[in-house]
C-alpha cells in the first residue's frame, strides 16, 4: 500500500496503534535529591543476557532531562489498583518536582532509583544507551537489581488499550 506521510495517515496510525494492549509502568529517576516520574505503557524487556530493557520517552519531555542527567532509573510495572497514579503521571504539564508526593516509593538497592511500593514488579536500571527515534527517545538499561511486589500472586496488571484501562486475570 502506497500511502503518502501526511496528517490523514498520522491519524490512521494513532487510531490502530490504539488497539496494541500494553501494560502501564512508571519510570522513575532522581534529579539532584527530587523524584521524578512519568507513566509510559511503551517498555519492553530487550534481552535476557544481559537483563535490558527499553522505554520510549519523548524526547522533550521534563523526564528525558532527568535521564540525562541519571546513571540510572526504574520502571515500575503497576497493578490494576493504581490506575490513579497512571492518570496522575501521565498527565501533562505535571510539575518537575513532586509528582511522586503522595505516592508511596522506597529506593532500589543499587542506585537508589525510586520504585512503586506497591508495584507489581520492578527493575532498576543503568542506562547504557539513548537512541533517537522520530519525536522520542529509546532508553535503554541493563537491569542491576529487581524485585517483585508483596501482593504479586493475587494482583492483575494495569493494562491500557484503546484509551481505556483494564486487566486480565491473575499469575
Known amino acids: 500500500m502506497d500511502q503518502a506521510y501526511d496528517d490523514s495517515l498520522t491519524e490512521r496510525y494513532r487510531e490502530l496503534s490504539d ?3 500494553a501494560a502501564v509502568a512508571v519510570v522513575s529517576a532522581t534529579r539532584g535529591s527530587a523524584l521524578h516520574a512519568i507513566t509510559v505503557d511503551s517498555f ?6 544481559p537483563p535490558t530493557m527499553a522505554v520510549s ?24 489498583n493504581q490506575r490513579d497514579i497512571s492518570e496522575r503521571l501521565g498527565a501533562s504539564g505535571q510539575p518537575l518536582y513532586g509528582s511522586l508526593k503522595g ?4 529506593p532500589a538497592p543499587q542506585a537508589g532509583q525510586p520504585v512503586l511500593t506497591e508495584a ?3 527493575f532498576e536500571l543503568e542506562l547504557t544507551e539513548v537512541l533517537e527515534v522520530a519525536t522520542h527517545n529509546l532508553v535503554v538499561g541493563e537491569v542491576v537489581s529487581m524485585g517483585a ?11 491500557r488499550w484503546r484509551k481505556g484501562y483494564g486487566t486480565i486475570g491473575k499469575r
Open 19 to 21: 488497539d496494541i494492549a
Open 44 to 49: 519492553l524487556d530487550v534481552s535476557y543476557d
Open 57 to 80: 520517552v519523548y524526547s522533550g519531555s521534563r523526564m528525558m532531562e532527568t535521564l540525562e542527567t541519571s546513571s540510572h532509573f526504574a520502571i515500575s510495572l503497576l497493578n490494576s
Open 103 to 106: 505516592i508511596d516509593t522506597f
Open 120 to 122: 507489581i514488579a520492578w
Open 149 to 159: 511486589g508483596a501482593d504479586v500472586g493475587t494482583s492483575r496488571p494495569l493494562l
